[in-house]
């Protein structure tokens, strides 16, 4: 009888931890307007251009202009602020991964991108060339994070 008394007061605290911290999460999201858009850094500007060197089939050199779509995405407990994220082919992301709470990183598997696991306050900016078009997803590979709805979609069209 006393075990099952001490399983109820387990169940009892968990639940009033899931409840305060899906409150949390939805007056957060109240704050917010859009809480799941995509911003680029330069705030809908012109995408950021950088001068390239790269090497001809020729073996000469030449310099291109690339563009760099920068995004910043949030990662709280168990999900990322954006949800899907659009680029073109050819188009060199720059993704500013922003931990606002827990241990998490930011990995999509396909363009082998990954930032460090990173804690609560860190900062980790990660690029690569979204040299493939399709949807592909995009996760926090701690522990079963993935699997609780860490995830998100980048789109190269």
Not at 34 to 39: D, S, Y
Request: hydrophobic residues 40%; proline residues 2%; aromatic residues 10%.
């Amino acid at each position: 009888m006393k075990i099952l008394w001490i399983i109820v007061i387990v169940l009892a605290i968990g639940g009033v931890y899931y409840f305060m911290s899906t409150t949390d999460d939805n007056e957060q999201g109240a704050e917010n307007n859009n809480p799941t858009q995509q911003v680029p850094i330069n705030d809908g500007a012109e995408p950021l251009v950088e001068e390239m060197v790269i090497e001809k089939d020729d073996g000469s050199m030449k310099e291109e202009k690339a563009e760099v779509k920068e995004f910043t995405v949030v990662g709280t407990n168990f999900k990322f602020d954006a949800s899907e994220i659009m680029v073109n082919k050819g188009d060199t992301v720059r993704i500013i991964f922003v931990n606002g709470d827990g241990f998490h990183d930011w990995v999509i598997d396909e363009f082998n991108a990954r930032t460090k696991q990173i804690r609560t306050d860190e900062t980790e900016t990660i690029e690569f060339v979204a040299d493939q078009t399709g949807t592909f997803e995009y996760y926090c590979s701690v522990g079963k994070h993935r699997e609780f709805g860490m995830f998100g979609k980048l789109i190269v069209k």
